[in-house]
């Protein structure tokens, strides 16, 4: 306890931001976390070994995020980010009961920043399907706004067009065209990207939904979430020398740093493999 108040004293709070997702979804997360907070040193762990949980039970969930809380530790991170939303949708509760640090999910920003933008409270929301099996993104969005009309809609095609890098190809299109047209139908004004993977496919979205769907993406609105914890609560790094990111995985990192390019627009120097705790 001494050695992390030497730490806080001598530059606010010099510790990295711990960030963890199923795979490398969360980079996206990481990339908007850089730009709102660019002096502050971030952590992340993929659970590459066990990917993907969209297609997890809520038991297998909820141990795999106690795991990756457990590696994050090991870090010596100042407050976890769980960029993962199936993560958040069936663990985040039970996370911040056990845990004794600042935890935030990507659910909650994402469904403020829907409400704030949607002038006729009908919401779609897409994700993976144990994240829409989960009701989450509904309960929050009602809680918050009683009168909102929430349209689900899962879409684990996605994720793996995403991975090999089809973002603008005429298959993901025609993938996009068949998943969204329930939504369409519904006339939503407002589409929750309700996985980490989705911003990458922001252009084809927005082209198959229209100009007239405005299109949330949760790891933005999660960083804004992130700054106003760190301002609120002191813990933001004053540090003037240059952040230092480590990037670790539960397997394969150099698949990992080929693919995370396409999420972050340039190469990492080093992934770490870690064993879970």
């Given at each position: 306890m001494r050695r992390g108040s030497e730490v806080r004293s001598a530059a606010g709070d010099a510790r990295a931001i711990g960030v963890f997702d199923s795979g490398i979804g969360g980079l996206t997360v990481v990339q908007e976390l850089t730009?709102?907070?660019p002096n502050e040193q971030i952590v992340y762990f993929g659970d590459t070994a066990r990917v993907p949980y969209g297609t997890k039970s809520r038991e297998a969930v909820i141990r795999f995020s106690r795991d990756n809380v457990r590696v994050?530790?090991?870090e010596r991170v100042k407050m976890i980010v769980v960029a993962c939303n199936t993560s958040t949708s069936w663990a985040l509760a039970i996370?911040?009961?056990e845990f004794d640090l600042p935890i935030?999910?990507?659910i909650e920003p994402g469904s403020r920043r829907a409400i704030e933008v949607s002038?006729?409270?009908r919401i779609g929301v897409i994700a993976t399907p144990s994240t829409v099996n989960s009701g989450k993104y509904a309960q929050t969005i009602q809680k918050l706004l009683p009168s909102a009309k929430v349209f689900s809609k899962a879409c684990p095609l996605f994720v793996p067009l995403v991975e090999e890098g089809w973002l603008d190809t005429r298959v993901t299109e025609n993938v996009a065209e068949?998943?969204?047209a329930p939504l369409k139908a519904q006339h939503i004004d407002t589409l929750i990207l309700g996985c980490t993977h989705y911003p990458l496919l922001k252009p084809v979205l927005q082209k198959v939904m229209g100009r007239g769907v405005a299109l949330i993406d949760s790891a933005a609105e999660t960083a804004?979430?992130?700054k106003k914890l760190l301002e609120a609560k002191g813990l933001g790094r004053l540090s003037r020398r240059p952040p230092h990111h480590a990037f670790l995985v539960s397997d394969e990192p150099e698949h990992f740093r080929g693919v995370a390019k396409r999420f972050l627009g340039?190469?990492?120097p080093h992934v770490r493999r870690v064993d879970h705790v």
């Open positions: 730009r709102a907070l994050l530790l090991k996370l911040r009961k935030i999910g990507v002038a006729k409270g068949e998943y969204l804004r979430e992130v340039q190469d990492l």
